[in-house]
């Protein structure tokens, strides 16, 4: 069974510094690997997802993620955080084929940023 | 604007009482889907839904019902709700086809306290 583990419960950063948040998979191949943020008291949103091609992929609000198979780690990065990216981050992953409505989520990594 | 709406935001209900928590989405979607959240547990799936009067279980399906007589609606019934299904619920939505697999659009929640 596909499995996502996100290492990392709390993370806390000084405004202006770079962040990484750590997201590994268990699964036969390579899924599809998506990033969500949830701020406090709202639902999640997709800041960007990996189908195939090129392992560095971009999303909304500057975060970035790389997809490395050899680790099946996807990452996500932030050159200089921002006091409201202060949220709570899920990693998932969904089956190439046939698993378009099977989308596992990680437990999160909370997020918290000092001014 | 394009939104999922889920209500009630916040219910305080007793074990045994059947309720019913609403979701309406205004994009058209044909794929909608019910999660929970609990602490260190992440987003886990109740049931979703293909397709008007097409649904199927997820991971925890145990003392939900859904129905989807439309497309714009997915109501999750509790029939004889037990404290354990004391959790944050979050309704979902996406277009169908491949390429929109995990692209869900959330709505903001539904805090749901079971005594």
């Known amino acids: 069974a596909q499995s996502v583990t996100q290492p990392d419960i709390h993370i806390t950063v000084s405004e202006g510094a770079s962040l990484e948040l750590r997201c590994n998979y268990s699964?036969?191949?390579?899924?599809?690997l998506f990033w969500y943020v949830q701020s406090p008291g709202q639902g999640l949103q997709l800041l960007l997802k990996?189908?195939?091609?090129?392992?560095l992929v971009q999303g909304i609000k500057g975060f970035e993620a790389e997809f490395k198979r050899s680790q099946s780690s996807f990452n996500l990065r932030k050159p200089s955080v921002h006091w409201s990216d202060a949220a709570e981050y899920f990693c998932?992953?969904?089956?190439?084929?046939?698993?378009?409505?099977?989308?596992?989520f990680g437990t999160g990594t909370q997020l918290k940023v000092e001014l | 604007e394009a939104q999922v709406t889920q209500n009630p935001r916040y219910l305080i209900t007793v074990t045994g009482k059947k309720l019913t928590v609403t979701c309406s989405q205004n994009?058209?979607?044909?794929?909608m889907s019910w999660y929970r959240q609990d602490p260190g547990l992440g987003l886990r799936q109740i049931y979703y839904?293909?397709?008007?009067?097409?649904?199927d279980k997820g991971d925890v399906p145990e003392g939900y019902k859904v129905s989807r007589k439309e497309k714009r609606n997915f109501p999750l019934i509790l029939e004889s709700p037990s404290p354990n299904q004391t959790s944050l619920y979050f309704c979902?939505?996406?277009?169908?086809?491949?390429?929109?697999?995990?692209?869900?659009?959330f709505g903001e929640g539904s805090r749901l306290t079971v005594l």
């Open positions: 979902a939505s996406r277009r169908a086809g491949s390429t929109n697999t995990g692209e869900l659009f």
């Open positions: 839904s293909m397709n008007v009067e097409v649904t």
């Open positions: 990996y189908f195939s091609g090129d392992t």
């Open positions: 994009m058209n979607h044909e794929y």
């Open positions: 699964y036969g191949a390579t899924p599809y």
């Open positions: 998932a992953v969904a089956p190439l084929t046939g698993g378009g409505n099977k989308l596992t």
